[in-house]
Every structure is written in structure tokens, then in C-alpha cells.
């Protein structure tokens, strides 16, 4: 009986080193780590990627089990449209902050899908795109994700005020129209 449990203590172990790389992104989260982000009026746009990040770990149902972050645009409807990676150190900060975050080489994408190099599950890919700034204290811009078709873009406008960004969602005030044969 003592082989059999020593065998499956082996075992089990073996499996675990095999997978330990990946462990810490489902432990308990750690207390967050500070970008200082919010307070750089010199990088709006990491603020806002910040911020979606935020608002989406924030959810207590998350619709993807993995979640990359880009420095660039992800085209959904052009399969040849590939994420730009963010600057390393920017990389590791915000994983640092959100320890569910993972590095953009474990997302790929896979026709106009995005999915998990290691497991093939749906993925999704944060990036802020299409941002303007006015002036060094007010920019504009997209921030949210694409994963799978689906994308959750939304538009933003951030206000450097009283030391930090201050970003909440712009109205876009879109009208739908369209002719009905009567």
C-alpha cells in the first residue's frame, strides 16, 4: 500500500512542477502593485489600458480565462491584424498589478479567433487604440479588448486633474436610422 502512495506522490508531484509556470495566475490574487500610471501625465494611454484591465479583473464573472495586453490596435475583422507587444517592463508592471494577466506570447490568434497557445481556450487581448490628446492634459481614445469576434471597446476621455487621470466613458451620441418600406 506505502508503493502505491509513493508512486502517486511522485507522480503527482511530477505533474505539478509540469505545470507550476502557470500556477501563480490561479492563486489567490496579491495585493496590487502600483504603476504610477494614474499619476504620469506623460503616459495617458497606459492609464487607460490600466484602467479596462482594472474594470475587468474587477468582475466576479469573467467571460475569458485568459487575458493579454497589447501596445497596439487588434483588427477584428482582418485575421493578418496581429497584437504589438508592450514594452517589457510596462509588460511585467501590469502583470505585477494583475496577477491573472498574462504575457501577449501566451495569446495568439488563430484565424479571427484569439485563443491560449498553451490550452487553445478562448482568449482576449486588451489594447487602447485610436487615442488623441488635445493637450498634454486631455486625450480621447478606445480601450478595451477583442477576443473571438466579439470586442468590448469602449470610448474614453481622461482629464489630468489634481495629480492624476481622470478617465470615464464618452457618450458617442449615435443615432441608428434606417428606411422601412411602407
Not at 495617458?44 to 469573467?62: I, M, N, S, V
Request: hydrophobic share 35%; aromatic share 12%.
Amino acid at each position: 500500500m506505502t508503493t502505491i502512495r509513493t508512486i502517486f506522490a511522485i507522480a503527482s508531484a511530477g505533474l505539478l512542477a509540469a505545470c507550476s509556470q502557470y500556477l501563480p495566475r490561479y492563486s489567490a490574487p496579491l495585493p496590487s502593485a502600483e504603476t504610477g500610471y494614474y499619476e504620469n501625465i506623460q503616459r495617458p494611454r497606459l492609464a487607460l489600458l490600466e484602467y479596462r484591465l482594472g474594470k475587468y479583473f474587477a468582475q466576479k464573472k469573467r467571460p475569458y480565462p485568459v487575458v493579454c495586453a497589447a501596445a497596439g490596435y487588434v483588427h477584428p475583422h482582418f485575421s493578418d491584424s496581429l497584437p504589438r507587444p508592450l514594452d517589457p517592463d510596462v509588460e511585467r508592471a501590469l502583470i505585477a498589478r494583475f496577477p491573472e494577466l498574462s504575457p501577449l506570447s501566451r495569446c495568439k490568434r488563430d484565424g479571427l479567433d484569439i485563443v491560449a497557445t498553451d490550452t487553445g481556450q478562448a482568449a482576449a487581448i486588451f489594447d487602447v487604440h485610436e487615442f488623441v490628446c488635445d493637450s498634454p492634459a486631455e486625450c480621447l481614445g478606445w480601450g478595451g479588448y477583442y477576443a473571438n469576434g466579439p470586442h468590448g471597446w469602449s470610448y474614453y476621455r481622461m482629464n489630468f486633474d489634481r495629480g492624476e487621470w481622470q478617465i470615464k466613458p464618452e457618450p458617442l451620441n449615435i443615432v441608428l436610422t434606417g428606411s422601412e418600406a411602407r
